[in-house]
């Protein structure tokens, strides 16, 4: 079995890796943008440093369709806050074509040659991580450390646990995701001494209830350690800024201990790198760990995306009802346009639950503006169905007539009744009642989708 991992993993990081051609082609584009940048700089005489973040600086980059390489404007802290997007629409001036994307500060994307983009983003050029006002702010702190403490072999672990992640949908701290980011990973490969050991400590969470010490020196055995859910969290402190676990309980918001693991950026003490990380992709990505280890395979670094097809045969196979929808908004494709269609889809699946037995569901965003969910349901034999106050004479003498099996609890009348119609009726007929609800959520178009075999 050790064998065969390493021989999976080797393959993995020949697929993963960038020939030197392609990192070639990315060095030499990105220092012709950097030029242009520095120019229009110099000649608009705007206080700025440039800087290349992201894996593109660190050496961790990936192969993937494109490359998105981070440009960061770190500006003198004389400028306002509020001026710094439009100081860097200013220095852009001179590229033809970019694409404003908001966000807390909003930041510029360019497209050059056929694979590459360049995402540009204002940052405040601080000495101090405390004086930071937006989290990009550190960018600059977070690339030095990295490049500090990650060397040789390390870079290609980091490759290995960024591919096994994208390939398995726990990428990413985007509110449509909520998995790890980029330098969350490159954190905990720098703890755990490599791709292996990280896993195989992520796999045993929640296997056993076990009291957990802090975790603090890199490659220390936290593998082994195992927690209870709800009893103990993983606490990572590299750089051992805290005496131990309950100080950092103590110290943080406890905004940022909602996360199954806990790793407190190096640079900054009072930041939980892994706070957006969900309990849901947490064991999403926990399972896929388990499998790899179990059966390891090539196919764990493959991107899949969901499997609609096969998530219908099995409905068949078990006699459920099975719907494919697409969702369309028109918000701003990305963290933006994600996080709205999965609250829509988070909400229709509350609503298709008062009727339907949910067996499956699956959500899948397409990085623009569509969304396709899934659901495998089966009829529900006894429905709850909400009627009027108990004081309502009017309303309560219709609901009776409609109704046989009626109750009151908390002065309001429910009747038990049954589901009346399939789910592709109750979807139109849902879809029909609750067009105002969908403008509020910002759907411009929900449709049915089939399947092609």
Known sequence: MKSKIHSVLKQALEDVKPNEEELRIIKSLTQGFLKILEASKKKLKIDAEIFVGGSAAKGTIIKKDHYDIDIFLRFHKKYPDENLS???ERILKVIPKKQKIHGSRDYFRVKTGKTIFFEIIPVKRIKNQKE?????????????YVKRKLKGKLLDEVRLAKAFCHANGCYGAESYIKGFSGYALELLIYNYGSFLKFIRAMEVIGQKAKPLATSSKRGQNTATAKVKKGQGKIVIDIEKNYKNKNTILMDLNSAKLQSPIIVIDPTHKQRNVLAALSDETFEKFQKACMDFLKNPSIKAFENKGVNFEEIEKNAKKKKYEFILLEAITDRQEGDIAGSKLLKFYNHLAEEINKYFDVKKQEFEYNGEKTARFAFAVKKKKEILLRGPKADDKENLKRFKA?????FIKNNRIYAKGATNMNLNAFIKNWEKKNGKRLKEMYVVNL???KLKF
């Open 447 to 449: 449709t049915i989708a």
């Open 132 to 144: 930071a006002e937006n989290v990009t702010d550190l960018s600059y702190f977070h690339v030095n």
């Open 402 to 406: 409609k109704h046989k099996k009626i």
């Open 86 to 88: 439009d100081l860097t």
